[in-house]
């Protein structure tokens, strides 16, 4: 069932629709004039109003969508030992395997396994990489014991950056733009960041902690996530804190605080954070992270005076350095996220953030 944004945000919504983000159907763009519209409309007020929806439609069949989730189970079924083979800390890139507790979300540690994955590539010839961002460039690494994870990762990866970079393109539109308007940061590609994840279960009584992740915006552009059958997703608006109940088939989009800022304002960056499960359950999901490439200068856009009026969010100063430093700003929150990994192989810069 399909509920507008006004509904969910007005809170006179059935309790149904109460619980439930927009949903938006992104196969809509490849239809009549009328359709391309409308989705353009319903996509407008979804990301100025709430920063977080559900998006149908996208080409990505939900049959995909189980085999990945299907290799994330296998994954962290593996035994530890195969596991640390690919522990984070082997890479100077920020690839591989993190244990329980080993991010941090505002100086707290999360309660979730995860496995990195990020573009596939060689490292800088240079022998002195500068500046120092350059260092996130590299390959990722792969655990021996599922040799096929590789190949299908990667490949998923670039699905999910294709669908972005249409979704993209649909936002520029409904901000009256060129649809090509944000095309010169991601002309060598997106900046790609994908995590697959476990949360395992916590006895409330027994731990002073829920915290799956903890309550943060994302910081580039957009964001898809899968998720398992167990709800845990949760996002923060005018009523408080809303649960993302898993929806067969379709992604959960929200918007990075770099849109935010490109857009002066009026695309939303959300405040989300996940909640455990409960003991005795397990919670799977994949996220995908795409964002302007490393080397790139963001644009701040030049909204027509209508649509510039019904900005909320917080206006952009155009020197703002996270317009034209993202892989230093990228690599700054890696840093503060993966601390172990800092140490290990960026101890100067580690002690500065």
Avoid at 46 to 66: C, E, I, N, P, S
Avoid at 166 to 181: N, Y
Avoid at 264 to 285: C, D, F, Q, W
Avoid at 309 to 324: H, I, M, Q, R, V
């Amino acid at each position: 069932m399909l509920h507008s944004t006004q509904e969910f945000l007005s809170g006179n919504a059935t309790p149904e629709a109460s619980r439930a983000l927009p949903v938006l159907d992104l196969s809509l763009m490849d239809g009549t004039a009328v359709e391309q519209q409308s989705f353009i409309q319903q996509l407008r007020v979804a990301a100025r109003d709430v920063g977080f929806f559900y998006l149908t439609g996208h080409g990505q069949t939900q049959q995909k969508q189980q085999q990945i989730l299907a290799l994330t189970k296998q994954f962290f079924a593996l035994p530890l030992t195969d596991k640390q083979q690919v522990q984070m800390i082997h890479s100077p890139h920020f690839r591989g395997y993190t244990g329980l507790g080993g991010e941090l979300t505002r100086g707290q540690p999360d309660i979730r396994e995860q496995f990195d994955v990020m573009r596939e590539e060689e490292v800088p010839a240079q022998t002195d990489i500068s500046p120092a961002w350059q260092g996130l460039i590299g390959p990722n690494q792969w655990p021996t014991a599922l040799p096929q994870m590789k190949t299908e990762l990667l490949n998923w990866q670039q699905s999910l950056s294709d669908t972005t970079v249409k979704l993209m393109r649909a936002l520029m539109l409904a901000l009256q733009q060129p649809a090509d308007a944000l095309d010169d940061t991601i002309k060598a590609g997106p900046y790609q960041h994908m995590k697959l994840i476990r949360y395992p279960g916590v006895d409330a009584k027994a731990s002073n902690s829920k915290q799956g992740v903890g309550a943060h915006k994302d910081p580039g552009y957009l964001t898809l996530v899968v998720q398992d059958d167990q709800s845990g997703l949760e996002v923060e608006t005018e009523q408080g804190w809303v649960s993302v109940a898993p929806l067969p088939g379709a992604f959960v989009v929200n918007i990075g605080e770099l849109l935010e800022l490109a857009s002066n304002g009026y695309l939303k960056a959300t405040l989300h954070r996940v909640v455990s499960p409960n003991s005795g359950v397990e919670r799977y999901s994949c996220a995908f992270f795409m964002a302007a490439q490393l080397d790139a200068t963001v644009p701040l856009l030049q909204l027509p005076s209508h649509l510039a009026d019904e900005a909320k969010g917080p206006a952009s100063d155009p020197t703002n350095p996270l317009f034209y430093q993202v892989g230093q700003n990228v690599l700054k929150g890696r840093l503060r996220s993966h601390r172990d990994v800092a140490a290990a192989h960026y101890a100067v810069l580690a002690k500065a953030v």
